[in-house]
């Protein structure tokens, strides 16, 4: 069992920058995938990016490429997602998911824990 638990989200204005922390439970960090996905009201849980246990492979969803970076610290438990030049358009609940023995898949369903959520909201 993972447990997962996100902070950093808050209120920004378009431009401006946040970052996301999830600090998981346990000691087997490094053999998950793990991912961040946000969820606007009304609309589906959409995938943002994610990264291999290692660190060595990432990914991203074409409308954060060039904006937003995932990290991890292994030896730390955490996954880190800096928002640069956040857009109104980017207002959600963000979430940390973990995937065991992924790779780092862009789809809900491959991901076994989640936490439970953090609120970014970015005003024009």
């Known amino acids: 069992q993972v447990q997962l638990v996100e902070s950093g989200g808050g209120l920004v204005q378009a431009g401006g920058s946040l970052r996301l922390s999830c600090v998981a439970s346990?000691?087997?960090?490094?053999?998950?995938?793990m991912g961040w996905f946000r969820q606007a009201p009304g609309k589906e849980r959409d995938f943002v990016a994610a990264?291999?246990?290692?660190?060595?492979?990432?990914s991203y969803a074409d409308s954060v490429k060039g904006r937003f970076t995932i990290s991890r610290d292994n030896a730390k438990n955490t996954v880190v997602l800096q928002m640069n030049s956040l857009k109104p358009e980017d207002t959600a609940v963000y979430y940390c998911?973990?995937?065991?023995?992924?790779?780092?898949?862009?789809?809900?369903?491959?991901?076994?824990?989640w936490g439970q959520g953090t609120q970014v909201t970015v005003s024009s």
């Open positions: 990264i291999s246990g290692s660190g060595g492979s990432t």
């Open positions: 346990g000691r087997t960090f490094s053999k998950y995938a």
């Open positions: 998911a973990a995937d065991y023995g992924g790779v780092g898949r862009p789809t809900t369903r491959d991901y076994d824990y």
